[in-house]
């Protein structure tokens, strides 16, 4: 089935620095990836959508700026966090859609990133 | 745009004794509708989904669920239920032609011995 490989699964940084995640489809071609971002017990929240050669579309209040996407290719998305603030811990997670429809694959999710500042 | 509603934020239960998870969603067109679970400090997995066809849907670990068009339901069964079941539960949906999915809440389903 299909595979959504995400790193690193936890990251702990300085105040001030930028962390970039990976997301990467193994064995599909993913035109159209996802970034959420999970408070503790809370649900997923979508932040962006990437679609492979274009930019990110964000979702309202999310800032594109501090958040940067890149979809470079068909296999691999990443986020970067800029200037990291202890407020942007949390759990981030990938998700992958396949090019044609829902039918198969469906959207499959990376294992998340753990991200702490401190 | 759609919304799911997870009406239960937690559900206790003893070992072996059914469950049901509920999800309602608002959506003004044909939807897509998933189940996933979630362990701690893990992605999500997929549970089962309704795409079309028949409305009972049978995933993996023995859940079900059934799609209510005219109740637009789309509540999670298990007929009985194991310790390693304990997760959260979320349920999503997709609007036919769109890309996002949108998640409710989450269900923390706990087993009890």
């Known amino acids: 089935g299909a595979v959504v490989s995400q790193h690193p699964s936890r990251v702990i940084c300085k105040s001030g620095t930028s962390v970039k995640i990976e997301c990467r489809s193994l064995?599909?071609?993913?035109?159209?990836m996802f970034w959420y971002r999970q408070f503790p017990k809370q649900s997923l929240m979508l932040m962006a959508t990437?679609?492979?050669?274009?930019?990110?579309?964000?979702e309202q209040g999310v800032e594109k700026d501090k958040f940067l996407i890149n979809h470079a290719s068909l296999t691999l998305s990443t986020l970067t966090v800029t200037s990291a603030h202890p407020e942007d811990s949390s759990f981030y997670i990938c998700?992958?859609?396949?090019?044609?429809?829902?039918?198969?694959?469906?959207?499959?999710f990376g294992s998340g990133t753990r991200l702490t500042v401190v | 745009a759609q919304s799911v509603t997870q009406l239960d934020s937690q559900v206790p239960v003893f070992e072996e004794a059914p469950v049901e998870l509920r999800c309602n969603y608002s959506?003004?067109?044909?939807?897509?509708l998933f189940w996933y679970v979630q362990y701690p400090n893990q992605g999500l997995q997929l549970l089962l989904k309704?795409?079309?066809?028949?409305?009972l849907v049978k995933g993996i670990n023995g859940f079900e669920a059934e799609f209510n068009k005219s109740q637009t339901s789309f509540h999670l069964r298990k007929p009985s239920v194991h310790i390693s079941d304990t997760a959260e539960y979320f349920c999503?949906?997709?609007?036919?032609?769109?890309?996002?999915?949108?998640f409710g809440q989450g269900t923390r389903l706990t087993i009890n011995p």
């Open positions: 998700s992958a859609r396949d090019h044609g429809t829902l039918k198969g694959y469906g959207y499959t």
């Open positions: 959506s003004s067109v044909s939807v897509y």
């Open positions: 064995d599909f071609q993913a035109t159209t």
């Open positions: 990437s679609n492979e050669g274009s930019k990110a579309t964000y």
């Open positions: 309704y795409l079309s066809g028949s409305t």
């Open positions: 999503a949906v997709s609007e036919q032609g769109a890309q996002k999915l949108v």
